[in-house]
């Protein structure tokens, strides 16, 4: 048997590298099927094979983390696109992509796009939104389709990593890593005015090599709902709540109507900014009145 890594995954076939970087096209055993078990993009695999066009993979080895949107293990860090302008810069929609990458415990890297857009009024308004965060200890990067990228700066993110893109479609996922590798030449769609975001242009998950490590070009997180979190862990999601939570007077404390909650109190003295606090409650309603699963 031979280990390798899924690179691509497309119309059944999973295209496997090896350890010393040749790919083998792969279908997977009818065991995985009977076991409900998927092979996904990411994972280190034991296969069998011929030749480069007819192979099996055999066995998943185990996976540190799994994705189901978008369909993508292993991975160390997500880089999360959203855009300041067409469509404009949406503080909810950030926050909910934070949530559900806490949730799978990986590294998130907060991108701002299209800064190239930006009027001088806006530009403050987005420096302060990215202070904010920062301060809560994200890592916050600044990309323009239009200004000259030093990758540099990139470098020492993405190098020996993989990591995965998610964002709305329409945000310059796609010009990212056109601009860090031309090579890729992955198509990229204008906004649709009617609908006011990006038609889908990403049709299949690969691991795509950007400077010296790898990043999942995918269709993105075709859903933002909150199906797989329980009520009782979204204030763990929730960063900047951790080092005033265990103040609170009641331990399990949730943060909503308790007294004495240190959490909230944060909010009241602008600890803790307040639009974080709404989308926290915001995001709590929901997951509360979500139909239970059977």
Not at 43 to 59: L, R
Not at 66 to 95: C, G, H, M, W, Y
Not at 243 to 251: E, G, P
Not at 271 to 278: Q, S, V
């Amino acid at each position: 048997m031979t280990e390798g890594k899924i690179m691509k995954a497309l119309s059944g076939f999973y295209y496997v590298e090896d350890q010393v970087g040749e790919i083998f096209q792969c279908r997977a055993r009818g065991v995985f099927r009977k076991n409900k078990e998927t092979p996904l993009v990411g994972d280190f695999v034991e296969f069998e094979s011929a030749n480069k066009t007819d192979g099996t993979v055999t066995k998943l080895l185990p996976r540190k983390n799994a994705l189901i949107r978008p369909p993508v293990s292993n991975v160390d860090q997500a880089l999360i696109a959203v855009s300041v302008k067409e469509p404009d810069f949406s503080t909810v929609l950030l926050d909910r992509f934070l949530v559900l990458v806490e949730k799978h415990k990986i590294e998130p890297v907060i991108l701002l796009t299209k800064m190239d857009l930006l009027e001088e009024d806006d530009y403050q308004t987005v420096a302060h939104y990215r202070e904010i965060y920062e301060t809560m200890g994200y890592v916050v990067k600044e990309f323009s389709t239009i200004i000259e990228q030093d990758s540099r700066q990139l470098e020492d993110l993405l190098t020996g990593k993989t990591t995965v893109i998610a964002g709305q479609s329409g945000v310059g996922k796609s010009s990212f890593l056109n601009q860090l590798n031309p090579d890729l030449k992955i198509k990229t769609a204008e906004i649709s005015d009617s609908l006011g975001r990006g038609k889908h242009t990403t049709r299949h998950v690969e691991l795509v090599p950007i400077l010296g490590g790898h990043v999942a070009d995918t269709p993105g997180f075709s859903s933002l709902d909150f199906a797989e979190i329980d009520l009782e862990e979204l204030p763990k999601l929730f960063v900047d709540f951790e080092q005033y939570s265990d103040a609170c007077k009641f331990r399990g404390c949730m943060h909503m109507n308790e007294p004495k909650c240190r959490v909230k109190q944060a909010v009241d003295t602008g600890e803790i900014a307040l639009f974080r606090y709404e989308h926290y409650q915001q995001f709590y309603e929901e997951i509360k009145q979500r139909k239970p699963r059977y």
